[in-house]
């Protein structure tokens, strides 16, 4: 029996499963920043999947994913600061796990969280666009702790195979550094690196 995950053609089976990218941010200038770089690196982005906090569950987004014409698909979760598994988070786990979708990374996104919570990330990038082993805060300034940031909706990263999680500071802001008026650079930085190490661009041709 063949996965529903997967259809047959002529004598090969082939995926059609989605592939995305989860992004742990989702207010306004979050949302502006990342339909920016969506349209900018021909994704799509599931802008009904902004909310501060997220109001999609794990299943409603799955839905609209699906929808999407082709990827990659470029999904937002915000928990805004909820304590442990908020909203935000629950649907990121629904959607990290689900049958249908390929997690190609993470963008994870630092806060000033009053609550510590944190995950390992693989890479930062600073306010500046440059690569660093360090984290990163809300301000995109680096820190002094190896492969770690803290933030609001990270909490669950960490228990999910996902193949890169880049960390960045606040989508869209970063003192200005990041505001979609000047392309979100830091943003799209993040998105074409977490490409880049997943040969989608390579699949795609």
Known sequence: MVNNSLIRKG???????????????????????VEHVAKEIGGRCITSSYGN??????????????KTPHDPVLVMFDDSGIVGEGAGESALKYVATHEDIEV?????????????????????????????????????IQELELGRI????????????????????????????????????ITKKAVE?????????VKEQ
């Open 193 to 201: 690196l977490i490409l880049e190490r997943s040969g989608f661009r």
């Open 104 to 140: 190609l990374g993470a963008i994870a996104v630092a806060a000033r969280s009053r609550h510590e919570e944190w995950t390992r990330v693989d890479v930062s990038i600073d306010r500046d666009g440059i690569l660093t082993p360090y984290g990163v805060d809300k301000y995109g």
């Open 150 to 185: 803290n933030g609001d909706t990270v909490y669950c990263l960490d228990e999910l195979s996902i193949p890169i999680i880049v960390g960045v500071g606040d989508i869209g802001k970063m003192a200005r550094q990041d505001s979609y008026k000047l392309g979100a650079p």
């Open 53 to 66: 906090p997220s109001k999609l569950t794990g299943p409603e987004i799955v839905k609209l994913i699906k």
């Open 11 to 33: 004598h090969q089976i082939m995926s059609i499963r989605r592939r995305v990218i989860l992004i742990t941010d989702g207010d306004e200038y979050a949302k502006r920043a």
